[in-house]
Nanobody, 124 residues
Framework: VQLQASGGGLVQAGGSLRLSCAGSGRTFSSNVMGWFRQTPGKEREFVAAINWSGGTTRYVDSVKGRFTISRDNAKNTVYLQMNSLKPEDTAVYYC??????????????????WGQGTQVTVSS
């Protein structure tokens, strides 16, 4: 599975962005997919995840009610809709895919494939 993230940019606090992650590979539709983010000097942090059907989603508490993860398996794409953005959401955002899901949506160690990252900057 190869992943290509896009959609980052500069936005004012309170604004919105939608990130996309285009995947390739014959097993894309069966993968658990996730979004993580990272700022300089900090560990990569879980943001959101979605199972293969889209019926199960998980979020870090700090983005609940503001971010929505979704997927379109026909387009091999996962999205992260980010609303009510805050300066603390500023980070490089990475999409990731699981090869064999062990049950932990939240751990970066669960994910086998990573995109290249897209920068999100929220100004105050």
């Amino acid at each position: 599975v190869q992943l290509q993230a896009s959609g980052g940019g500069l936005v004012q606090a309170g604004g919105s962005l939608r990130l996309s992650c285009a995947g390739s590979g014959r097993t894309f539709s069966s993968n658990v997919m996730g979004w993580f983010r990272q700022t300089p000097g900090k560990e990569r942090e879980f943001v959101a995840a979605i199972n293969w059907s889209g019926g199960t989603t998980r979020y870090v508490d700090s983005v609940k009610g503001r971010f929505t993860i979704s997927r379109d398996n026909a387009k091999n794409t996962v999205y992260l809709q980010m609303n009510s953005l805050k300066p603390e959401d500023t980070a490089v955002y990475y999409c990731a895919a699981v090869r064999f899901f062990g049950g932990n949506y939240y751990s970066k160690d669960e994910y086998d494939y990573w995109g290249q990252g897209t920068q999100v900057t929220v100004s105050s």
